[in-house]
């Protein structure tokens, strides 16, 4: 066997290594510990996978085939798996409506009345799913904003994503977007229609 095949043999095993710990160890951090914020918490648990199959990188003889450079790669291939794997699976099945949409329709036997889906979602989603306060619990915890007197105000870190978000919607997001059979802009400008009548605003 070459040398190069003897290296990517070493690269496979210990990537496989990695995905296994960094699956035990999301298991066992959501499972056994507290958790503030999911999508946190799962970068977390791809940089602990990152450092433990880093020592036995940098520890184990069988590894002295790969050099100081492919190890290096290797960590930030890591690294870059652990946030694919935090943001496409548990964040990804944590805030999504589409998935809950499937979980509802299932729930209820298989079908739910086109009409009704405006009440599931501000009847039903919201409560079950305790938006309100997991979505507060990630601002808070992102320092983007501040409960002060049952006010919850814009941090300036929130304001700058704010003005960043509002920017890359109203230029960047698709102006011709499907909508149940029509396309639209109106999910660049949401705010378009928005009532100013609002008693809600803090003092």
């Not at 870190?157 to 704010?162: M, N, P």
Request: hydrophobic share 45%; proline share 2%; aromatic share 10%.
């Amino acid at each position: 066997m070459g040398i190069q095949a003897i290296k990517i043999s070493r690269i496979v095993a210990i990537t496989t290594v990695f995905v296994i710990v960094l699956l035990a160890t999301y298991v066992v951090h959501s499972l056994y510990l507290r958790v503030n914020v999911v999508f946190y918490s799962a970068i977390l648990d791809g940089v602990i996978a990152t450092l433990l199959c880093g020592v036995l990188l940098w520890a184990l003889p069988w590894f002295k085939v790969l050099g100081l450079v492919e190890k290096l790669q290797l960590v930030v291939i890591w690294l870059l798996l652990g946030y694919g794997y935090a943001i496409s699976v548990p964040t990804v099945l944590d805030r999504s409506l589409s998935f809950y949409i499937l979980e509802k329709l299932e729930q209820r036997g298989g079908g739910i009345r086109e009409d009704a889906f405006q009440d599931v979602f501000t009847k039903e989603y919201v409560k079950e799913h305790h938006l309100v306060d997991v979505r507060l619990t990630e601002q808070l915890e992102s320092g983007t904003i501040e409960i002060h007197d049952g006010c919850v105000l814009l941090t300036d870190k929130g304001r700058r994503l704010a003005t960043i978000s509002r920017f890359f919607r109203n230029h960047l997001l698709p102006k011709h977007r499907l909508l149940m059979g029509a396309y639209s802009d109106a999910l660049t400008d949401p705010f378009r229609n928005s009532t100013t009548d609002v008693d809600y605003r803090c003092k």
